[in-house]
């Protein structure tokens, strides 16, 4: 390949990732806070929290949710426990005795998936609101949910997350990650191009859900709670879906705590790639991981052809860093936090590995560890 053939090819990769930060960013802001404040509840709303090994967090998590501006008479909150082997069913039922329903998977079925689906069998609502075990709900998140519904077509909501502050080197990567994943997030459902969605924060009609046979056809997967739903929600039903994001339907949810409960979570969301995402939003990650392995890439080869190939790599790599920075800057202060972008630098290279390791889970999947399981992927 000439000198001017890689010029070209470099300034093409270039430009197209630094115009896809730019939309990212441009479709972030334009996202629109509903004004609940004052609203009238409206309906009623079920909340589904599947749980597995959860005393540390399962109290804090329903005492907030039990904490939330919303009428007691209009919500019904079902725990559903896969076997714990810890006590996090017996805190349930102490702390929060005549509260709610606590439910246990039986014997020889397990997942989250099942979980759910047992909760939505039980739910006296149509509304069905769902979180995990280890996060942390606003005041206002219930109602924030709720409102979206006052529009008879809609059939999904979601909304955003983000890793609870963690001032160290792992917590920031963690969180400057989840500002990426956001504002993909918003960027596909704003164009209708693909549809993310976190389980952490996300709610739906039961009405659909049993429309669309909730999980049958991949249930076998032990990951894609929420895309899979999405996925067969949005093809019963075009347009019936919203993301939303400001801060009174924001969930904050717990950082992993380790590198190898990283990889592993990680590991777990990469092996349903293949099977939700389409062909738009594989070609988005694809601008993502070449623009990400295209600088170190030239410098690799650099040996066999000189040190044009060097300088090529290094330019394109200053150029991308200082468009990183900007767009993830302006992400952090959007959502009002700071912190997270002193390791970034640090979070740069700690990105890129895990971007080959995504790509290399995704199309050559593993059995890997979760929640004291080993998950045949």
Known sequence: MGLFAVVTFTTFILMSYVSLLALLLKVWHRQTRNNIVGKEAGCSVTIIIPTRNEEQSIVSCLTLIFSNKFPEHLLQVIVVDDHSSDDTRLLVEKKFSGKLTCL???????????????????????????????????????????????????????????????????????????????????????????????????????????????Y??????????????????????????????HEDIMVKTAFETTWTGFLQQRKRWATKTVAYANNTLFTFQGIVCIAVVYPFLMMVLSAFGGAKLLLTGLLFLCIKLVADFYFLK????????????????????????????AFWWTFFPSPYHWKSRRVNS
């Open 216 to 245: 049958y056809g991949n249930e076998h997967m032990a990951s894609g709670d929420d895309v899979f739903l999405f996925k067969k929600i949005r093809k019963a039903s075009p347009n019936s879906i919203v993301f939303v994001h």
């Open 104 to 214: 246990s998977l039986p014997e020889g079925v397990f997942g989250k998936k099942q979980a759910i689906t047992l909760g939505v069998d039980y739910a006296q609502n149509d509304i069905i609101l769902l979180t995990d075990a280890d996060t942390q709900a606003g005041p206002l998140w219930i109602q924030s949910h709720v409102s979206e519904y006052s529009h008879p077509g809609i059939y999904a909501v979601t909304g955003s997350v983000f890793p609870m502050s963690g001032d160290t080197v792992m917590g920031r990567f963690q969180f400057l990650d989840y500002l990426s994943v956001m504002a993909a997030t918003a960027f596909g459902f704003r164009y209708n191009l693909f549809w993310l969605a976190n389980g952490a924060n996300m709610s739906f009609r039961k009405e659909i859900f049993k429309n669309v046979s909730g």
């Open 330 to 357: 302006k992400m952090e202060t959007s959502i009002h936090c700071s912190g997270a972008m002193k390791n970034f630098l640090i979070s740069t290279f700690l990105h890129a590995i895990y971007m080959f390791c």
